[in-house]
């Protein structure tokens, strides 16, 4: 059987490839994640294996790119390479795919890669009993099949036992196999692909919910629920108390969580994970950007963070019912552009600073200035529309807002595309967006933001 050397520190992905190789082109991997033992291995003379597979990153450690270069050292470029993630600085020659979670990609290029076709897939010639580690069988609440062990008896005879019954509940009983010493449990060969189809989903779920719930995650759908719950109120006209007093929460509760965070690292992770829409994480991130700003630039200070905490809790509050409608839209300029908005909905595009700036004025005790901060956040003096030309006539902070939001449009835009994210770059971005003075020197601010 081939082999393929994975190169990964991720136990999900580990069991994922491994066995989706396995099942679908009779691959066999060596998973290793420590740099000497990946260097040994590509070093030495009996190097065996068909092809290899890296993560991009260990850690912080740009692993493919190390790997590339160990491969070329030592005059094995012939052999396949593949990366899994598209933030490593490898030749855009090799192959890097950029959802992890694609698996059936995955096996696509490897058997490209291996010339192995599909004829071949369905010609390999499979056992009876199909042997499948038992860490697969960790996230699955019940067998999907009937499942079995193997023993040999004392005069060589092999014989597969009964583990589990088809649906019967795969723990606690599979505990005292794993203390055994069993790793391998066998199924039929015709349920392979069913149990790993179902595995690899499993596995999937799993990984997205694992995004370590943190105290800062939880305030944040805190927060999200909160704008959601007043976007549905302030249409009426009446801003009731209890509206008032969920308002003052959220923003509350936003500014602690931007004030607290060290870097952008942990909000990103926590938004981008597909939970959170694009109009709430957005706001978020440029909250923190546009606070970073007002912490570093001379005129900064707290009376402008105490409208900030307004501003970015009602600036886009109109949007909450088109976004919700069309929760795969991202950014704000574009939703004019997308067909399956009525001509109604594009309306609240374009009046959305002006409408939201008029809601506020209703809020007892907003500081001031926030409504035309809000109404200027397009950088239109009258809230309509998305300016082409960002000019001199809005307030410094409505400034400070329209670099943010660019800002954050270009990190999301790069992390979303899988590149690495450059700071400077983003920043040239942002001169060449906004040239007059005023709005470069905002934007300088952001080149020391910490990712
Ligand atoms: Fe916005
Ligand atoms: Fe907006």
């Not at 905490?309 to 839209?329: A, G, R």
């Amino acid at each position: 059987m081939s082999k393929v050397l994975l190169i990964s520190d991720n136990e999900v992905l580990n069991s994922l490839y491994s066995v989706n190789l396995k099942i679908y082109a009779g691959l066999e991997c060596d998973v290793r994640n420590s740099l000497e033992e990946i260097v040994d291995i590509i070093e030495a003379e009996d190097f065996n294996y068909s092809m290899v597979i890296s993560l991009c990153m260990i850690g912080d450690q740009d692993t493919a790119l190390l790997v590339y270069h160990y491969l070329v050292e030592n005059e094995r470029e012939s052999i396949p390479l593949i990366v899994m993630g598209k933030q490593s600085e490898v030749p855009t020659e090799v192959q890097q795919l950029g959802n992890l979670f694609d698996v059936k990609l995955l096996i696509g290029q490897v058997a490209t890669s291996l010339n192995i076709t599909a004829q071949d897939m369905v010609n390999r010639e499979v056992p009876d009993y199909y042997p499948m580690p038992i860490r697969l069988f960790f996230p699955l609440k019940n067998a999907p099949c009937n499942t079995f062990y193997q023993v040999r008896s004392s005069d060589g005879v092999v014989e597969y036992l009964t583990i589990f019954e088809e649906n019967e509940g795969v723990w606690p009983k599979i505990r005292s196999y794993l203390d055994e010493g069993v790793h391998v449990l066998y199924v039929e060969a015709k349920n392979r692909f069913s149990l790993a189809k179902l595995v690899t989903n499993q596995l999937i779920e799993d990984m997205n919910g694992l995004s370590e719930r943190s105290e800062t995650s939880e305030k944040l759908d805190k927060v999200e629920l909160g704008i959601e719950t007043v976007a549905e109120q302030i249409f009426d006209g009446e801003m009731t108390k209890e509206i008032v007093e969920l308002s003052h929460q959220c923003m509350n509760t936003l500014a602690e969580v931007i004030e607290e965070l060290p870097d952008l690292k942990g909000l990103l992770r926590d938004l981008t994970s597909n939970k959170s829409g694009f109009l709430y994480s957005h706001s978020v991130i440029a909250g923190f950007v546009a606070s970073h700003i007002l912490d570093n630039i001379e005129w900064g200070g707290e009376s402008h963070k105490e409208k900030l905490k307004f501003v970015l809790f009602f600036h886009d509050m109109h949007l909450v019912s088109v976004y919700k409608k069309y929760p795969d839209l991202m950014y704000e300029e574009n939703l004019i552009f997308d067909n399956r908005l009525s001509e109604e909905e594009k309306e609240v595009v374009i009046s959305h600073a002006n409408e939201a700036a008029d809601a506020i004025k209703r809020f007892p005790k907003c500081p001031m200035g926030v409504d035309s901060i809000i109404r200027q956040h397009h950088g239109t003096a009258n809230g309509l529309g998305f300016a082409t030309t960002y000019k001199d006539d809005i307030s410094p902070l409505a400034k400070v807002l329209i670099v943010a939001e660019a800002f954050t449009e270009e990190l999301l835009k790069s992390i979303h595309r899988g590149n690495k994210v450059d700071i400077s770059v983003l920043v040239e971005e942002l001169c060449l967006k906004f040239p007059k003075h005023t709005y470069v020197k905002i934007s300088k601010e952001l080149i020391n933001i910490k990712l």
